[in-house]
């Protein structure tokens, strides 16, 4: 029987201090430290990054006056 490696397991692991973000019907990881976007872990277009962090950004603030 075949063991699985430990680094198959750590390449699934998200990086520390991403976030899943959902924007319309898509899921995005963004990684507010770099301020960069991410679907399926290819960086987004520069046009459509500032969309959505300022969507994520305005969510945030919205969560953070509830």
Do not use: C
């Not at 019907?25 to 960069?36: G, T």
């Not at 679907?39 to 300022?54: D, P, Q």
């Amino acid at each position: 029987m075949k063991k699985k490696s430990a680094r198959s397991n750590k390449a699934k692991a998200k990086p520390a201090g991403m976030i899943d973000f959902r924007f319309g019907e898509v899921s995005y990881q963004i990684d507010p430290a770099r301020r960069k976007v991410y679907h399926r872990w290819v960086e987004v277009e520069t046009a459509k990054t500032f969309l959505i962090m300022g969507a994520f950004n305005q969510n945030q603030v919205q969560s953070k006056a509830v």
